[in-house]
């Protein structure tokens, strides 16, 4: 019986000692407790959670580029007879370039809209003189000649893009 009492008053001693030297451990702030600054983090951390929550939605739900609206009225101001001839001329164009020059993807053609004139004029001199081979644009521009490649240019990079 004895023993067993002894025993039990060790356990209890050892794990009284254990303990404590956890205790220590643990560092002991003095600060006292602030509701103010409790307030504060927790405020801060609502804040967090908002930007959190915005960028996993932002990321759930990309937005959706918005098309091109097509304005109404004349897209090229026509006051020179030059423009005047590159406009008409550009209806041939229309097909696959499109109306503003945007381009179009199921006819692989490329944006030209707004493009500078003097690379324009460039390519389709080197198009017509086969240096740049496309079979598809040349049945359109093979009848035509550096002044219409010129107007052409010309009105194409007045296109808005
Ligand atoms: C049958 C469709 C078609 C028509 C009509 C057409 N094009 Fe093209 N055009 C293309 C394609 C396709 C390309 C791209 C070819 C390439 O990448 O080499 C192109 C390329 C061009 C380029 C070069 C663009 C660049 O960034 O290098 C110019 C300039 C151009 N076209 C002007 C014209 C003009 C001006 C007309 C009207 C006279 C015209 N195109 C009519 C299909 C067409």
């Known amino acids: 019986m004895t023993r067993l009492v002894t025993f039990c008053v060790v ?3 050892l794990i009284i000692a254990i303990n404590f030297s956890n205790y220590k451990k643990f560092p002991v702030s003095n600060e006292q407790f602030s509701f ?3 307030e504060k983090i927790y405020k801060a951390h609502i804040v967090e959670m908002k930007e959190l929550e915005e960028m996993r939605l932002a ?3 990309p937005v959706k580029v918005e098309e091109v ?4 009225g004349p897209l090229v101001v026509l006051d020179t007879p030059q423009l005047v001839h590159g406009s008409k001329l550009y209806k041939a164009c229309v097909v696959c370039h499109g109306k503003r020059g945007q381009g179009k993807k199921s ?3 490329p944006r030209i809209g707004g493009q500078m004139a003097w690379y324009l004029t ?3 001199s080197a198009m017509k003189s086969g240096v740049r081979v496309n079979k598809a644009m040349l049945p359109y521009i093979k009848k035509l000649g550096t002044k219409d490649f ?3 240019s010309a009105y194409i990079s007045k296109l808005p893009w």
Not at 69 to 72: I, N, S, T, Y
């Open 36 to 38: 103010e600054k409790q």
């Open 69 to 72: 609206v097509v304005p109404a």
């Open 11 to 13: 356990l209890v001693a």
């Open 59 to 61: 990321a759930l739900h």
């Open 122 to 124: 460039k390519q389709l």
């Open 107 to 109: 006819q692989k053609a």
């Open 150 to 152: 010129q107007d052409l």
